[in-house]
């Protein structure tokens, strides 16, 4: 019988990045409790007839760095980490922390100039990604962090992790094919749409989408999944939203986040916590104050903010819209270091339901598409 970790690699390796005989595969990792996992994967690529590259590191890294790195070492990107994102043919990130707050009292400043220096990899592996010339895939595994950060047990984070991943089902894969048929007939509805409109709880917010792609996300590049996305037209957003469930960004959050767009770019701010950590991150770059995505969740094993944006921009009843760095598949343009996934609860739970337009035609309302 095959183990809980045997089952996860095969749906990581043979269905989401689709190794084949001879392909170049990193794994990567940062902590020593995703090491059953590694295993796995490791032993699945093997198995698959590809070359293993292990990427393994421990998370503190990132915090001595920060702390002690100067101006030179923070704009630095090592030449052979940019050859790798320029040859890898598969990239499947699996994410395991020991400590979901190591970053949260970094510098803020530094935190955002290494983001910016990063910023090239990402784009590289976007797209590249987008060309078919590589594929990537992020997922993670239950630690004690993760379980506390979700106000859960670890056997309870487990199970719902793994329930999140449809891997307490015989065969994930079908139950993710299935998912991805339901999703991408909304897709197809959406991508002959010219004007999205949101509205709700202070939210009052139009996307201009005409001419972009809207994508069905069914465990190819986030595992767990469950989303409609797209980049929308740069300049063509318009209005205010409000994020009720608490923003989690790098070990940081805000709450209560309300924005004011204006053209495609954020003009106005308001949070009740974490407001000078909005405001450096949005000052990051030249493309922080634009958005990058507009997408709708729709994993219905996911019901509630845990604190991990792997999970919670998945949440089935809720919406998100990223700060910064749009997807190139989509046609989408702007270029950032920042992605700030910011999710909005959408069903009424004791408040005023959303409801999204295409077209001015209600399509979707209290957490639940009508077409």
Known sequence: MKSIWDKYAE????????????????????SVYAKELVKA??????????????????????????????????????????????????????GAPMNTKNMARADLNKLGRRSKAAQELSTTLMKRSANGE????????????????????FDEYS?????????NLDDPVAKLKELDEK????????????????????????????????????????????????????DGINGEIYFD?????????????HLWIENGQIVKFEADTGKD????MFNMDSGSKGIGEIAIGTNDEIQEVTGNILFDEKIGGAIHMAVGASYP?????????????????????????????????????????LI
């Open 41 to 94: 994967v490791y032993k699945r690529v093997l198995e698959k007839g590809a070359h293993p590259i292990l990427r393994t590191s421990y998370e503190d890294m990132s915090d001595i760095f920060i702390k002690l790195a100067s101006d030179e070492q923070l704009d630095y990107i090592d030449p052979i980490i940019k050859m790798e994102y320029e040859t890898i043919d598969k990239f499947i990130s699996i």
């Open 183 to 234: 999703q991408t007939k909304w897709a197809n509805y959406l991508n002959n749409v010219s004007k999205i409109r949101i509205t709700g709880e202070k939210t009052d917010i139009t996307f201009n989408v005409k001419g972009r792609k809207w994508i069905s996300c069914s465990g190819l590049n986030n595992y767990p999944d469950g989303e409609v996305f797209t980049s929308p037209v740069e």
């Open 134 to 153: 590589a594929s990537w895939v992020v997922a993670d595994v239950p630690t004690h962090a993760l379980a506390q950060e979700a106000k859960m047990s």
């Open 329 to 369: 598949e989509t046609g989408g343009k702007n270029v950032s270091g920042l992605h700030w996934d910011m999710i909005k609860n959408m069903k009424p739970d004791g408040q005023q339901g959303g409801k999204i337009y295409a077209d001015d035609i209600l399509i979707y309302q209290d957490g639940k598409f």
């Open 159 to 167: 199970e719902f992790l793994f329930n999140s991943c449809y891997l």
């Open 245 to 257: 469930f608490p923003q989690n960004y790098r070990g940081n959050s805000a709450t209560g986040v």
């Open 277 to 280: 950590y909005l405001e450096a």
């Open 11 to 30: 749906v990581l390796v043979d269905y989401s990045v689709n190794v084949q005989k001879g392909d170049l595969v990193q794994i990567r990792a940062a």
